[in-house]
């Protein structure tokens, strides 16, 4: 997440991932992510950990979707 992060959004989503890492679950994150071609996206979702045996061995986000103003995405409605 941090090497697409806008350089901006990367002292946020490194706090993301250290609360990640340290058990808890964030239910909504949003941060600016930076396209191949150079575009800035923002984008929202959740973030936690996976367990294998008892031991955290992955994080993923869930569900980021682009906030573009006039689109809807789980209920969460972005006017124009």
């Known amino acids: 997440m941090v090497d697409i992060a806008h350089p901006e959004s990367r002292e946020h989503c490194m706090e993301v ?18 396209t191949r071609d150079g575009k800035n996206i923002t984008v929202e979702g959740s973030v ?6 008892g031991r955290p061995v ?17 209920g969460f409605d972005h006017p124009p």
């Open 17 to 34: 991932f250290r609360r990640v890492l340290s058990g808890e679950k964030v239910d909504r994150v949003e941060a600016v992510f930076v």
């Open 58 to 74: 992955s994080t993923r986000g869930s569900l980021f979707c682009s906030m573009l103003p006039g689109l809807s995405f789980g």
């Open 48 to 53: 936690n950990r996976r367990f294998k045996e």
